[in-house]
């Protein structure tokens, strides 16, 4: 049986920690983890220097071990990197772990979200909304065997925290059945 735990998966930009935040704050007794902020605060690096310094499969296998050690208890509410999900262990996890929804948005509401920032490593070249469409492209199949699919650009921050709310609500109910 699933606990009851909550994990948001999408591209950079599509609003995880951002509705994680949300969530966090409309459900008492949730703890909040972003997973990404996990790996920076334990290496004392921001993402992008592990990148830098180290490697790409370096971080990876950070945010491996990250995901599994948050993988425990209940009452979670988990943000997950924007590559997280590709890696079928991860994917396993967190799919066996909680509900996992996928915030998805259209490559231009995610470029217009990331266009400013500048510690994004996977979109630090010549052209970065190329990078972030096929970044898109290939993690879309995977993205997609999320437990629920919401079609954020259309939708208000609101709108997506009764959602997901109202979806726990639905499985919690299901499970009692």
């Keep these: ?45 921001k993402i992008s220097e ?26 979670k509410i988990i943000s997950v990197g924007g590559g997280a999900f590709e890696n079928p262990d991860n994917r396993n996890t967190l799919l066996n772990f909680g509900t996992v929804f996928y915030l998805k948005s259209n490559l231009d509401v995610l470029y217009y979200r990331i266009s400013k920032e500048t510690t994004r490593p996977l979109l630090q070249n010549d052209n970065p909304k190329a990078a972030l469409e096929n970044l898109l492209k290939k993690r879309e199949h995977n993205y997609l065997k999320a437990h629920y699919v919401i079609e954020t650009d259309n939708m208000s921050e609101d709108e997506i925290v009764d959602f997901i709310m109202g979806s726990i609500d639905e499985t919690s109910s299901s499970c009692r059945s």
């Design 1 to 45: 049986m699933k606990k009851n735990n909550i994990i948001l998966v999408g591209m950079p930009g599509s609003g995880k920690s951002y509705i994680g935040l949300k969530l966090s704050e409309k459900l008492a007794g949730f703890t909040l983890v972003d997973t990404d902020s996990v790996v920076e605060k334990t290496q004392g690096l």
């Design 50 to 75: 592990i990148f830098e310094k180290f490697s790409e499969d370096y971080f990876r296998k950070l945010e491996y071990d990250t995901i599994k050690m948050v993988c425990c208890g209940e009452n």
